[in-house]
């Protein structure tokens, strides 16, 4: 047995228990090809709770300072994971990120870049925009609507896919389309 699939089973027994994770949407997750899941992000457990609740393996992109614990570096890079510097466009990152879509894999993002320190949706940033708009990937935006309390009810809510073809067509900035992103993933919320 691989490492992913067992420690996506473990992981799953301690948080599914503990946080009553309900998943909602899992009917919108495409069955293959590249898939740019976005979602909100409210707490450190996020990229597990996602990780365990998505249908499909997820690969994520985590800011660079994780992979300098060389322990966690070596249990990212097995997941997958792969290194971010964050606050400048890092080129390598972005064609690894665009190569996991290429691939037909699903890429994990947090738009927001960091957590929320209130739970409130921030501002995304440009990188889920131009995964959007130079990628053929389904853009899928995906809610965490919590508290992170032991025994009380934690939602992940997978949304239908974002139709790219209007957005690609229109060569809308990446701005302007992580606008959009961020603007699913209120609405997610809302509900």
């Avoid at 570096?73 to 290194?83: D, I, S, V, W």
């Avoid at 025994?151 to 790219?164: D, Q």
Wanted: glycine share 10%; hydrophobic share 40%; aromatic share 8%.
């Amino acid at each position: 047995m691989s490492l992913y699939p067992f420690a996506r089973s473990v992981v799953a027994g301690i948080l599914k228990p503990t946080f009553r994770i309900k998943v909602e949407g899992l009917e919108h997750f495409p069955k293959e090809g590249g898939v740019l899941l976005c979602t909100n992000h409210i707490s450190n457990l996020d990229p597990p709770v996602v990780g365990v609740t998505a249908p499909r393996k997820v690969l994520f992109m985590a800011k660079d300072e994780l992979f300098q614990v060389p322990v966690l570096k070596q249990l990212l890079n097995n997941f997958g994971t792969f290194p971010v510097k964050r606050g400048g466009g890092d080129r390598e990152a972005l064609r690894a990120g665009l190569k996991v879509l290429k691939e037909g894999n699903v890429l994990g993002l947090f738009p927001e870049g960091t957590r929320s320190k209130d739970g409130k949706l921030g501002k995304g940033m440009p990188g889920a925009g131009f995964f959007a708009l130079r990628s053929t990937a389904a853009v899928v935006p995906c809610a965490i609507i919590g508290p992170y309390k032991s025994f009380s009810t934690l939602r992940v809510v997978y949304g239908k896919p974002i139709n790219m073809e209007e957005y690609r067509e229109k060569k809308i900035s990446t701005e302007e389309m992580t606008s959009i992103i961020m603007e699913e993933i209120g609405k997610l919320i809302q509900k």
